[in-house]
């Protein structure tokens, strides 16, 4: 089967560094999205990476590694505002997306 | 700036009622899609679209049709709601076929099936 794991909940402080893995095993692979969803709102587009490596987009940078299956979300100076649930999505062979669960974030001052 | 609607926020219905969900999007996008939401689970896809008049099952079509008259509206509908289909439901749509562009998402109508 096709299965997308990510922890359920993470704590960091604010202006820390958080790292929110990835992992996941699909049948076939054209992409990995990351989403970002606060509490009682739509999920909105962080980042798609293809290839691997690091790509930085600000203060958020999103890492692939295909051969390990494996992803991960990095937020640096941390913001209240980053309080949310981060939300991994792999595009499988037939195109599709499957979706994690995703990750509630809390930040604390 | 690209906007997708959804009909309504929060929806209370009965056991047994006829329940429409709509949603419209103004990108001229092709596809269109119906998920729901539950507690500890990813986003479950219901059905989706990518043409007028045009539907394809996802993962969990038992209980719920679709329906694309129009480029811009998709709707959801549950024949015959039930308490288990309790849950936040959240459209979307994307430019490409191949899902690889950013899904813009509504939302979200929080659906609760007395």
């Given at each position: 089967g096709q299965n997308i794991d990510q922890?359920?909940?993470?704590?960091?402080?604010?202006g820390?560094?958080?790292q929110i893995n990835c992992t996941?095993?699909?049948?076939?692979?054209?992409?990995?999205?990351?989403y970002q969803q606060h509490a009682g709102e739509a999920p909105t587009f962080l980042s798609y990476n293809v290839l691997d490596g690091l790509e930085e987009k600000g203060r958020f940078s999103s890492f692939l590694s295909r051969s390990k299956g494996y992803s991960y979300l990095l937020l640096k100076e941390l913001q209240m505002k980053d309080s949310a649930s981060y939300l991994c999505a792999v595009l499988d062979s037939n195109?599709?997306?499957?979706?994690?669960a995703g990750t509630k974030l809390i930040i604390k001052p | 700036?690209?906007?997708?609607?959804?009909?309504?926020?929060?929806?209370?219905?009965r056991t047994g009622e006829k329940v429409f969900l709509e949603c419209v999007q103004d990108m001229d996008h092709e596809n269109m899609f119906w998920y729901?939401?539950?507690?500890?689970?990813g986003l479950r896809l219901i059905?989706?679209?990518?043409d007028v008049k045009m539907k394809e099952k996802g993962d969990i079509p038992e209980g719920y049709s679709v329906s694309r008259e129009k480029k811009e509206r998709f709707s959801l509908i549950l024949e015959s709601a039930s308490t288990n289909q309790t849950s936040m439901?959240?459209?979307?749509?994307?430019?490409?076929?191949?899902?690889?562009?950013?899904q813009y998402f509504g939302p979200g109508t929080r659906l609760t099936v007395l």
């Open positions: 922890p359920t909940e993470m704590t960091a402080t604010e820390a560094i958080v996941y095993q699909t049948s076939g692979f054209n992409g990995l999205f990351w195109y599709q997306l499957i979706w994690g | 700036d690209v906007k997708v609607t959804q009909s309504s926020r929060y929806l209370v219905k729901r939401q539950d507690p500890g689970l059905y989706f679209s990518y439901y959240l459209c979307a749509s994307t430019a490409t076929a191949d899902n690889t562009d950013t």
